[in-house]
């Protein structure tokens, strides 16, 4: 295994871990008749928002180190969303 394949071993390592609980968390949510209290719903619904800065976070991260010309076309493309919840202040 050489230096890119680890490394695109370790990402994909850190968004699965990342990922696979928010889904949980949002089948749970999405459960019909779901008899989940409301402050556990929040609960819930604050952990996904957690687990999706990190996956944003680990993308933005990659983005940051990649060669300028493929950043240029990346940017070509449009923007992404950057609209944040009130509730999850971001990591700088």
């Known amino acids: 295994m050489d230096d890119a394949d680890a490394l695109l071993a370790v990402v994909a390592h850190g968004l699965l871990n990342a990922v696979v609980p928010a889904r949980g968390a949002a089948s749970l949510l999405l459960q019909p008749g779901g008899n989940l ?7 819930l619904l ?7 800065d990190v996956v944003v976070d680990t ?6 180190g990649i060669p300028p ?10 923007p992404t969303s950057t609209a944040e919840p009130a509730t999850a202040p971001r990591r700088q």
């Open 69 to 78: 010309e493929i950043r240029d076309v990346l940017e070509d493309m449009g």
């Open 46 to 52: 604050e952990m996904i928002a957690r687990r999706l």
């Open 37 to 43: 209290k409301p402050e556990v719903q929040a609960e």
């Open 59 to 64: 993308l933005q991260d990659l983005v940051r």
